[in-house]
């Protein structure tokens, strides 16, 4: 069984900045992909970022410049740093990954976190 565990998310005044980290445990022989979702009431969760276990980044358009996804690999630990931040970028923030969870098998599981909210107002 693994476990995602985010943390970071509060209230934030627009233009403020915001770290968010998630921890896997549990289970886990290796991470692939890790990421971030995040979702507003009456609407689809939508990626905010993703980072492979390799290193490459991919974001979304409407965070490009603002935010920045790493990983540290020895602590199984994905992070997000959100600077400049708007109004519109009040959401639950949820972390993804893929784990392999044995060296035994090739399956490959995809986790969520529960969520942590973000909520950026004056």
């Known amino acids: 069984q693994v476990q995602l565990v985010e943390s970071g998310g509060g209230l934030v005044q627009p233009g403020g900045s915001l770290r968010l980290s998630c921890a896997a445990s549990?289970?886990?022989?290796?991470?692939?992909?890790m990421g971030w979702y995040r979702q507003t009431p009456g609407k689809e969760r939508e990626l905010v970022a993703v980072?492979?276990?390799?290193?490459?980044?991919a974001y979304a358009d409407a965070v490009k410049g603002r935010f920045t996804i790493s990983r540290d690999n020895a602590k199984n630990t994905v992070y997000l740093q959100m600077t400049s931040l708007k109004p519109e970028d009040t959401a639950v923030y949820h972390c993804?990954?893929?784990?392999?969870?044995?060296?035994?098998?090739?399956?490959?599981?995809?986790?969520w976190g529960k969520g942590t909210l973000v909520t950026v107002s004056s």
């Open positions: 993804n990954a893929r784990i392999r969870p044995s060296r035994d098998s090739y399956t490959v599981t995809t986790d």
């Open positions: 980072i492979s276990s390799g290193g490459s980044i």
């Open positions: 549990g289970r886990i022989f290796s991470i692939y992909d």
